[in-house]
């Protein structure tokens, strides 16, 4: 079993991204389970607006759409701006909404018998309302998203210390993790023993 982490940070590489320290701890407990992880920052890459799966010369959303269809589970990582997903994240859906109309040989959606969480880190608060976002779209494109499959963290009301300047609230922040992980691996490992057939014409 494959999960797919796609971090939306505004920060290219090598900048440390808060979110994605938290989002280690996803990880690490999916490992645990024998899953097979990888990581994908967008910010790295060349992906242009628009609502199709290659946009053309230089586009390197098809490399990003070739590895969500080899996982089973998908993470999405996102930093919390003026209380919303970052830019990136609603780019990355914008260009999966053209999974919509794209079917597997036997005629399923292609993101059906997925399964996908959030992980959401911010200084100001907003995660339950940037996690019902990107839950709802990915359910929308077909992803299964299974009950508590997300964690998160924020400081509190104001600015205050970033997510690795403090211990403030990382006991919960990594339990709820752990418990995200144990729930995506076991309904990724459900679908793959039922799978949601393809619809009836």
Known sequence: MKAL????TLKPSPAPS?????????????????????????????????????????DAWPGVH???????????????????????????????????SETAENGTPVAYNRVAGVVVTGNEDGAHHV????????????????????TYWNQGPGPGAEYPETEHGHEWSH????????????????LAAQPVPPPQS
Do not use: K
């Open 5 to 8: 982490f796609i971090s939306c």
């Open 18 to 58: 808060n979110t994605e320290a938290l989002a280690a701890v996803v990880a690490d407990a999916l490992q645990e389970r024998g899953v097979t992880v990888e990581h994908v920052r967008l910010a790295d890459l060349d992906v242009p607006p628009g609502v199709q799966t290659d946009m053309g010369d230089g």
């Open 66 to 100: 070739e590895r969500l269809l080899d996982a089973e589970i998908l993470v999405v990582v996102t930093p919390t701006w003026l209380g919303r997903p970052s830019s990136i994240a609603q780019r990355m859906l914008e260009r999966m909404d053209a999974m919509l």
């Open 131 to 150: 996690i019902s976002e990107i839950g709802g779209a990915l359910g929308d494109i077909g992803y299964t998203v299974p009950g508590q499959a997300w």
């Open 175 to 190: 339990s709820t993790g752990r418990l995200m992980a144990h729930n995506l691996h076991a309904v990724a490992t459900a």
